[in-house]
Nanobody
Framework: QVQLVESGGGLVQPGGSLRLSCAAS????????MAWYRQAPGKQRELVAT???????NYVDSVKGRFTISRDNSKKTVYLQMNSLKPEDTAVYYC?????????WGQGTQVTVSS
């Protein structure tokens, strides 16, 4: 069966760093576009970053220059390196894989940025 399992979330102080990982199984990872979304309490889920099957990244303006998305096809894993974290980055972060009509989601991992 298809699985996407996130890890690496936690509590960090403003200005700190965190690296999220998403391990995939049950589908052909290498041909899927991967993405990270986040959802803060009382807000809509928003797209944070995407990376194509060829490794081309894109970011929402609010994280540009601070976050880096990457993938390792041999490990079937996508990463989100988060630097210079701000309180407004606090949210549940979700991993998604998509290819044509197929779309798979992870369970989410909590990131809290607070002093």
């Amino acid at each position: 069966q298809v699985q996407l399992v996130e890890s690496g979330g936690g509590l960090v102080q403003p200005g700190g760093s965190l690296r999220l990982s998403c391990a995939a199984s049950g589908f052909t990872f290498s041909i899927y576009t991967m993405a990270w979304y986040r959802q803060a309490p009382g807000k809509q889920r928003e797209l944070v970053a995407t990376i194509t099957s060829g490794g081309s990244p894109n970011y929402v303006d609010s994280v540009k220059g601070r976050f880096t998305i990457s993938r390792d096809n041999s490990k079937k894993t996508v990463y989100l390196q988060m630097n210079s974290l701000k309180p407004e980055d606090t949210a549940v972060y979700y991993c998604k894989g998509s290819q044509w009509q197929y779309e798979y989601w992870g369970q989410g991992t909590q990131v809290t940025v607070s002093s």
